[in-house]
Structure formats: structure tokens, C-alpha cells
């Protein structure tokens, strides 16, 4: 069974520039989470969607970020303008059912590096 | 919200069982005991999770305190594999995700 795909692994791009990440979570699961990890901060939920209704996005750390899931198979977290402190691992995770019952299973991320 | 607090660092002999422990003095009732770990260069995996009683999977087995303030993640038998970054996470049941990861605990297994 296909996990979580997330798209692009890497990215490399100047401050200023707007950054698209893109998340496919796993068939049948109505719920995914995008996260965020740096060495300062660890692991950090950014926002959570629930049958593609964001549902918590105290997580998201300013204005210049915004996550969209048009579909159930579909999810954006976007950066715009990006800053170097921008930059950290993105995980984006789904699961089946948003109780606490559910693993989440995780993408293997993109390294976002911001010049 | 609920915290958990691991060791920082672990170490292993392969092949031999390996007990990871995770304090949650402030466990509400309701709350459920989730394990993630990481491996270099990946997102988090799910390992286990459980509520009161103890727990066994194909890759680990929980046991949890009869008071539920602490709890224990056992693997059998160490592999190399299994060398990562192991979270103890609180998962409230009633609503909402705010899911905190800590540092974790570090398990390093040498051969």
C-alpha cells in the first residue's frame, strides 16, 4: 500500500520566493496534519484537517503561511514570502478518523532550505 | 497540556531487550499513550499505543502503569534497525490534535 507521498523532497530557494509543498495523504484517510521540524523545536504541529475542514491552525506560525486540502487526496502547506528561518523538514501526516485512537502515519518529509 | 518526559540517550547490545521509559505524571483519564520513532532521514513511524491495559504488536509491547503515570516501550530484541529517536507522546481523546512531540529518546544499539 502507497504511505503518505509527499512532493518535492528537497527544496532550495531564495528568501522572498513563494514555497509550495504538497502532500497525498493515504486512500481512505479523512485526516492529515502537517507538521514542522527543526533542531530548536523539535517536532510541531502547524495545522490539523478533519474531512478537508482545517480544524486547528494555532500551529501556523504567521500570517505568511497557509495550508489548503481542496480534496481528500490532495493537501498544500504554502510559504509566501519564505524567510530563512523558514527553513526545516515539513511532515505531513494522515489518519483514519481524527480520535486519539488512530496512528498517524507520516510522509518522509521536505528539507526546505531558504537562502 | 499533558507532558512526557524521556531519557535523553540509551544504548543497547544487539539482540538483547531494550526498555525505553516514559514519565506522564499528568496523564488525564482520558488520554492515550502513543510511541513514535524516528529513523534518520525519515518521518516518525508508529510503533504502539494504549490507553490502560498492556500492549503488544508486531514491532514492540507497552506497558503501562497501573496508575498511568509512566510507561515503558519494550523491544524484545534489539537490532540495528532499530537504532532511532523514540517518542512517547499523550493523545487527548477529546478533540483536538495538539500532539506534543518531545526530544524523545535517542537509542543507539551496537553490534
Known amino acids: 500500500d502507497a504511505g503518505v507521498i509527499q512532493s518535492p523532497r528537497h527544496e532550495v530557494t531564495e528568501m522572498g520566493q513563494e514555497v509550495t509543498l504538497r502532500c497525498k495523504p493515504i486512500?481512505?484517510?479523512?485526516?492529515l496534519f502537517w507538521y514542522r521540524q527543526t533542531m530548536m523545536r523539535g517536532l510541531e504541529l502547524l495545522i490539523y484537517?478533519?474531512?478537508?475542514?482545517?480544524?486547528?491552525d494555532s500551529g501556523m506560525p504567521e500570517d505568511r503561511f497557509s495550508a489548503k486540502m481542496p480534496n481528500a487526496s490532495f493537501s498544500t502547506l504554502k510559504i509566501q514570502p519564505s524567510e530563512p528561518r523558514d527553513s526545516a523538514v515539513y511532515f505531513c501526516?494522515?489518519?483514519?478518523?481524527?480520535?486519539?485512537?488512530?496512528?498517524?502515519?507520516f510522509g518522509d518529509g521536505t528539507r526546505l532550505s531558504i537562502l | 497540556d499533558a507532558k512526557t518526559t524521556q531519557p535523553n540517550s540509551m544504548e543497547s547490545n544487539e539482540e538483547e531487550p531494550v526498555h525505553l521509559p516514559c514519565n506522564h505524571s499528568?496523564?488525564?483519564?482520558?488520554?492515550?499513550i502513543h510511541w513514535y520513532r524516528q529513523l534518520p532521514s525519515q518521518g516518525p513511524e508508529y510503533v504502539i499505543h494504549?490507553?490502560?491495559s498492556n500492549v503488544n504488536n508486531r514491532m514492540a509491547s507497552l506497558a503501562i502503569a497501573e496508575d498511568r503515570k509512566s510507561s515503558t516501550l519494550i523491544l524484545h530484541r534489539a537490532t540495528l534497525r532499530d537504532a532511532a529517536v523514540y517518542y512517547c507522546?499523550?493523545?487527548?481523546?477529546?478533540?483536538?490534535?495538539?500532539?506534543?512531540f518531545g526530544a524523545g529518546t535517542r537509542l543507539f544499539v551496537k553490534a
Open positions: 486512500s481512505g484517510h479523512n485526516s
Open positions: 484537517f478533519n474531512n478537508n475542514v482545517p480544524i486547528d
Open positions: 499528568t496523564i488525564s483519564g482520558t488520554d492515550y
Open positions: 494504549g490507553l490502560t
Open positions: 501526516a494522515s489518519s483514519l478518523g481524527d480520535n486519539s485512537n488512530q496512528p498517524q502515519h
Open positions: 507522546i499523550l493523545r487527548p481523546y477529546t478533540g483536538g490534535f495538539k500532539t506534543i
